[in-house]
């Protein structure tokens, strides 16, 4: 059997720094992409468990799956914009807090409410560079026009995502500056914005600045955001797997895919059932150039996995479904557990299990 394990109790830690983190501040918790590969249902009841209330997703199907689960009085945050009548009305079936994006979705989705003869609650999403979607943060008299001109649509939040490759904030600050500015435009013009939002997990963790009135918390729930020394997050998931064989090879003999490894000893091997197919020793690939090969080479050579509590390195590169591993030094057998780590959201054909 092998195995996703996701630790509670770390993403309890994981919740206690976020929550001090966001002081004051209204968390939803982001579960896009399966939770980020831990769970949809399962994340949510954990994280209301302890106290999350809000949610995001980006899929009706997504909201559906709560609300299904039990998840009724919760608040659901669709996080991109649509025109599709079909999402629309699933949407507005399911008590969802819709996002509005430009003046067509607005457009949409008041037709759809007036249709019904209803109002239905939405935020607004404004891009301050990212270009992925939303109202361009120059153009407030679009979004004033929602304002003033679509009844059946309340505007409850507004939202958008401060992002930067750098530490320091420069870069982040002056987007945020922007934000405020619009968010100025709209008080001037005597209307409210509700709840404001512009830090997901990298901002939350980075820029005081960010933190407004809410913020969004995914990968940084399961220690997988950008990380800086000392922050206190726990790393979330890991798998594991029975050795499927135990042996000795030759000195000379090469292991390995692609660059081949040639054994300068004779050594005692064990084959772990998991490779890149699973998700093992796959991780996000941000930087490009020398220094960053020079980094994901050093990275791969410190690879390694647990084996009745004794650490032993992986040999080679990592297979498709398999990976060898050195256990010369080791007490272990065929069928022995051995644990590795694993980003929940590149794990495949490993079964979930929370502890």
């Known amino acids: 059997m092998k195995t996703l394990v996701i630790e509670k109790q770390a993403v309890k830690n994981n919740l206690s720094v976020i929550k001090q983190r966001a002081g004051g501040a209204v968390i939803y918790g982001v579960l896009t992409g399966d939770a980020g590969g831990a769970g949809l249902v399962e994340m949510a009841k954990l994280l209301r468990d302890e106290g999350i209330g809000r949610f995001a997703v980006s899929e009706p199907e997504e909201a559906a799956a709560l609300r299904k689960a039990g998840l009724v009085e919760e608040e659901i945050l669709m996080l991109r914009s649509t025109t599709s009548r079909e999402e629309l009305e699933r949407l507005v079936d399911l008590n969802v807090v819709c996002t509005i994006g430009s003046v067509d979705t607005a457009l949409a989705l008041n037709a759809l409410a007036e249709s019904r003869s209803t109002v239905v609650e939405a935020h607004i999403q404004v891009d301050v560079g990212l270009g992925f979607g939303g109202f361009l943060v120059e153009e407030p008299d679009k979004i004033l026009s929602v304002f003033k001109n679509m009844p059946n649509v309340a505007i409850s939040g507004i939202y958008t995502q401060i992002h930067s490759a750098r530490t320091d904030g420069r870069d982040a600050a002056l987007q945020m500056d922007a934000f405020q500015k619009l968010l100025k435009a709209i008080h001037e013009a005597g209307f409210e914005t509700g709840v404001v939002h512009a830090a997901g997990s990298f901002a939350l963790m ?90 994901r080479w050093r990275a791969a050579r410190r690879i390694t996995v647990r084996i009745n509590g004794q650490k032993a390195r992986v040999i080679g590169r990592i297979g498709a479904v398999e990976t060898i591993v050195n256990v010369t030094d080791l007490k272990c057998s065929s069928g022995d557990v051995a644990a590795f780590d694993i980003d929940p959201l590149y794990a495949r054909g490993l079964k979930r299990e929370y502890r």
Request: net charge positive.
């Open 206 to 295: 980075h820029y005081d600045f960010a933190r407004l009135g809410a913020v969004r918390a995914g990968s940084v729930v399961l220690g997988r955001c950008r990380r800086t020394k000392g922050d206190g997050l726990q790393r979330v998931g890991y798998g594991e797997a029975a050795l499927e064989e135990v042996r000795w090879l030759p000195q000379g003999h090469t292991v390995g895919t692609e660059t081949m490894v040639t054994l300068k000893k004779p050594t005692r091997v064990a084959v772990l059932p998991v490779g890149y197919q699973n998700g093992f020793g796959v991780t996000r690939i941000r930087e490009e150039g020398l220094l960053a090969f020079f980094r």
